[in-house]
């Protein structure tokens, strides 16, 4: 079963402040994403790594940054959090299968900005 | 644009009775089709997915869905309901044109009553 884990699990934060989670896998996955969960949108991406420092933007990048200098760590960066931020963050590794491969989903990062 | 569209926010049914949830997609050529389920408080789990091949599609828990393409569809349905059943699903489609991403619904409440 492959390994996921985020953290923290839980933040509460203020406006304009940086803000980091992380997401870990203990298997060589290639690919890692991360998405945010909100009411009535569903999961929306919002930046994915296809390997060790090579990412792409998903469809709400705005305001978030990722990193991935190791193929079992993926870092999400809000860089000044805003209200607007407050959501559950997804991350996800694909097993392998090439573009039939399913994605395996962390617990999530519950994100509040006050 | 790409997307994939769950017409029902919530569908109720009775526990024992069948139960199917909608799901639409628009995406060039042949898609990459998945389900999921959530759990409160929970990440998403695999259910099942269509690749190519045979159009009804069995997966986890008694669940499959039918890949329909000339109505752009793959509905997720299971014959007889349970109380446990009761989740969030979301139907998800990988464009073959871009095959890096996974495009979520919008997700649909399955309440099943005893």
């Known amino acids: 079963d492959a390994g996921i884990t985020q953290s923290p699990r839980h933040k509460v934060t203020e406006t304009g402040t940086p803000v980091t989670l992380r997401c870990h896998q203990t298997e060589n996955h290639r690919y890692m994403y991360w998405y945010r969960q909100d009411p009535g949108h569903g999961l929306r991406l919002i930046h994915y790594?296809?390997?060790?420092?090579?990412?792409d933007k998903g469809e709400v990048s705005d305001g978030y940054s990722v990193s991935r200098s190791k193929t079992e760590d993926f870092l999400l960066t809000l860089e000044s959090a805003t209200s607007s931020q407050t959501s559950v963050y997804f991350c996800?590794?694909?097993?392998?299968?090439?573009?039939?491969?399913?994605?395996?989903f962390g617990e999530g990062s519950r994100l509040t900005v006050l | 644009a790409q997307s994939v569209a769950q017409p029902e926010d919530q569908v109720n049914v009775a526990e024992g009775n069948p139960l199917t949830v909608k799901c639409t997609y628009s995406v060039s050529g042949n898609p990459y089709l998945f389900w999921y389920v959530q759990y409160p408080n929970r990440g998403l789990q695999f259910l099942l997915k269509?690749?190519?091949?045979?159009?009804l599609v069995k997966g986890s828990y008694g669940f499959e869905a039918e890949f329909n393409k000339s109505q752009t569809s793959f509905h997720l349905k299971k014959p007889s309901a349970l109380v446990s059943d009761s989740a969030l699903y979301f139907c998800a489609v990988r464009p073959p044109t871009n095959t890096d991403k996974l495009i979520f619904g919008t997700g649909t409440r399955l309440q099943v009553f005893p």
């Open positions: 790594s296809y390997g060790v420092k090579d990412t």
């Open positions: 996800a590794i694909r097993i392998a299968g090439g573009p039939g491969g399913e994605l395996f």
């Open positions: 269509y690749i190519t091949g045979d159009n």
